[in-house]
């Protein structure tokens, strides 16, 4: 953009050496300076997502929240939330529907791909049917 880096600095609230940082690749920007980033640059320069763990990853960037944050969010445990953005299934239904809410996806569609993930984990044939709700 041919900026200084204290014309960025100043209005994403760090010092100029941040900005020096950031762009060396010396540093990363934390999770609360990225909604600022977005916003200040009108477009996400992050991780565009294709993976339900992406989405989920990408969400906590424009929130600016820390895992814990989103977790509490969800009301689900840190752990669980990483896990989510790890790859991991998310086993129970209405879990599954809160986060199709907040990622404004299809709850059937998250639960057919949730199936299919549950289904490689256990190595399934596709064919068999699921008993329960995994």
Not at 34 to 39: G, T
Not at 40 to 64: C, I, N, V, W
Request: proline content about 7%; glycine content about 6%.
């Amino acid at each position: 953009m041919g900026l200084m880096q204290k014309e960025v600095a100043t209005p994403l609230g760090v010092n100029p050496r941040t900005i020096l940082n950031w762009e060396k690749g010396h540093t990363a920007p934390p999770m609360v300076s990225i909604p600022a980033i977005v916003q200040f640059l009108g477009y996400d320069p992050f991780l565009k997502s294709k993976t339900l763990s992406q989405h989920l990853l990408a969400k906590r960037r424009e929130m600016g929240w820390s895992i814990t944050e989103a977790a509490r969010v969800l009301g689900v445990d840190p752990t669980t939330w990483r896990n989510w953005e790890c790859g991991q299934t998310i086993l129970y239904r209405q879990h599954r529907i809160q986060v199709a809410r907040l990622l404004d996806l299809s709850a059937d569609v998250l639960d057919q791909e949730m199936a299919l993930r549950w289904n490689r984990s256990h190595q399934r044939p596709l064919s068999e049917p699921i008993r329960g709700n995994p």
